[in-house]
Each structure stands twice: as C-alpha cells, then as structure tokens.
C-alpha cells in the first residue's frame, strides 16, 4: 500500500491491498484483499471494493457504489474470479459491479465509461471503452457492449445479448435480442428506428461511410425481403468492408438474433 495515498482515518483498507499514488479514500470506505487501485484514483465515502478488483488510473468511484462482489449466480462456488476496470471511468453512485464466475473468470468495463446511479454491470459482462450507461439500468450475466454504446435509463438487458458498437438504445427498454453496430433501438419490445447517424457523424465517421451505412441499414430494415434475404443481397451489391462489413458481420453472428 503507497504511503502516497490519502486515507480517511474512517477507512478500512485490507493490508493486502494496493493502492498507487495520489489514489484517496473517503470516509468510511472499505478495500477488501487483493485490490489493486491506479494512479490518481479517487474512492468516494461509503464504497465498498470487496476483493479482487483492479481499478485502473483517473478513476471516480462515487459515494456508496459496491465493486467486486460475489457474482449472484447459484452456479458460482467460491472460485477466483475478478472484477477489471479500465482507466478514467467514472462509476457513480450506488451502482454494482459484481465478479466473474469460471465460465470467464472476470467482468470488465473498459476506458473512459460513465456509469451512472443504481446501474448494475453483473458478472461475466465485458464493456468496451468510451460507454455511458445512465441511471438505474441493469444487466444480466454475459452481456457485451462494445465501444461508444450509449444505453438509456432504466433498461434492462437479458443475458448475453450482445450490443454493438456506436449502438443508442431509448430509455425504459427491454433488450432480449443482440442489438446491431451503429443502430438505434427503443421499447418494450423493442424496435429499431434508424442510425444513429447524429452519433456518428459527431464521430467523425466520414460521409462516404454514413452513406454505405445507410443503404445497408434500408436495404436489411426497409425492403420486402426478409432477413436472409436481404442479407444476401447486401452482399451481393455492397462491399464488405469496413463498417459495412463489421455491421453485416455482426448480424450474421447473432446467436439470438437481432432486434429489428
């Protein structure tokens, strides 16, 4: 433990744990065994890291959020798993980010993520970088998010469902199927309604790129033909590459299917 870091002489900090410098723990916070904390890192009052957990650097852990906890799985039986969290994300108040279980051992959350209050990330759930995930929103175990996803208040998202990258989900939606690369979805069931084209023009994506994109998306979503089909024919008329490419993929991926 760096004598470098800022201890509330409420805290209790596990011997074994590891703390880099400039780190600083508020008032009546916990850091259980083996927990390693980045450079800079700030732990707010009341938050509990149990065990197990690496918190990268620039990190802001908020007041009362609860890191590292036993997976809630009745199939977990107490083996070593981990909970990883990259640089500068920001985890906000009360959320709950459990451990993995033996299937893959950790849940990660990448860089730059924003959490916010009351989410839940369970286990085995993977976040890509750059990922707001706002208010009261909870996953269930083996969800994935790729980068730049942005998902809405107060949905919840059925386990192993897959959410792709750029993706914008609307706020109170029930997510059961895999959610597509560069789309925006919104219900209960939920619909597909379009590109988030705002995000990504936002991103810099190129308008050659939005334009490919976009006939894509009508082409699979708009015409008579169905799916299959219409999967197909994409291929045949457009070039696969690029994101184009990476969306038409991640379809034809979709072990439970795609919401549409």
Same mark, same amino acid.
């Given at each position: 433990?760096?004598?470098?870091?800022?201890?509330?002489?409420?805290?209790?900090?596990?011997?074994?744990?590891?703390?880099?410098?400039?780190?600083?723990?508020?008032?009546?916070?916990?850091?259980?065994?083996?927990?390693?904390?980045?450079?800079?890192?700030?732990?707010?009052?009341?938050?509990?890291?149990?065990?197990?957990?690496?918190?990268?650097?620039?990190?802001?852990?908020?007041?009362?959020?609860?890191?590292?906890?036993?997976?809630?799985?009745?199939?977990?039986?107490?083996?070593?798993?981990?909970?990883?969290?990259?640089?500068?994300?920001?985890?906000?108040?009360?959320?709950?980010?459990?451990?993995?279980?033996?299937?893959?051992?950790?849940?990660?959350?990448?860089?730059?993520?924003?959490?916010?209050?009351?989410?839940?990330?369970?286990?085995?759930?993977? &976040?890509?970088?750059?990922?707001?995930?706002?208010?009261?929103?909870?996953?269930?175990?083996?969800?994935?998010?790729?980068?730049?996803?942005?998902?809405?208040? &107060?949905?919840?998202?059925?386990?192993?469902?897959?959410?792709?990258?750029?993706?914008?989900?609307?706020?109170?939606?029930?997510?059961?199927?895999?959610?597509?690369?560069?789309?925006?979805?919104?219900?209960?069931?939920?619909?597909?309604?379009?590109?988030?084209?705002?995000?990504?023009?936002?991103?810099?994506?190129?308008?050659?790129?939005?334009?490919?994109?976009?006939?894509?998306?009508?082409?699979?979503?708009?015409?008579?033909?169905? &799916?299959?089909?219409? &999967?197909?024919?994409?291929?045949?008329?457009?070039?696969?590459?690029?994101?184009?490419?990476?969306?038409?993929?991640?379809?034809?991926?979709?072990?439970?299917?795609?919401?549409?």
């Amino acid at each position: 433990m760096s004598t470098a870091a800022e201890i509330h002489a409420t805290a209790i900090v596990d011997p074994d744990a590891e703390l880099g410098s400039g780190v600083t723990v508020g008032p009546h916070a916990i850091i259980g065994p083996r927990v390693r904390v980045g450079t800079g890192t700030e732990i707010g009052a009341g938050v509990l890291v149990e065990r197990n957990t690496v918190i990268g650097e620039k990190c802001r852990i908020h007041k009362g959020a609860v890191l590292g906890t036993d997976p809630q799985d009745l199939k977990f039986q107490g083996e070593e798993s981990w909970l990883r969290i990259g640089d500068r994300t920001q985890i906000r108040e009360y959320a709950t980010l459990n451990r993995g279980t033996s299937e893959s051992g950790e849940t990660v959350v990448g860089d730059d993520c924003l959490l916010m209050a009351y989410v839940h990330v369970a286990h085995d759930c993977r &976040l890509g970088n750059r990922i707001i995930i706002s208010n009261a929103t909870q996953m269930a175990g083996h969800v994935t998010i790729d980068d730049w996803a942005i998902i809405s208040g &107060l949905v919840a998202v059925h386990q192993f469902v897959r959410i792709g990258r750029h993706a914008f989900i609307g706020g109170l939606s029930r997510v059961a199927q895999d959610v597509a690369p560069f789309c925006r979805v919104s219900g209960n069931p939920p619909k597909i309604y379009g590109l988030n084209t705002v995000g990504l023009e936002r991103r810099g994506f190129p308008a050659e790129s939005r334009a490919a994109l976009k006939k894509a998306y009508r082409m699979l979503f708009h015409s008579e033909l169905n &799916l299959s089909q219409a &999967l197909v024919r994409v291929r045949e008329e457009l070039e696969m590459k690029g994101e184009v490419g990476e969306f038409i993929e991640f379809i034809e991926s979709s072990d439970r299917g795609v919401t549409f």
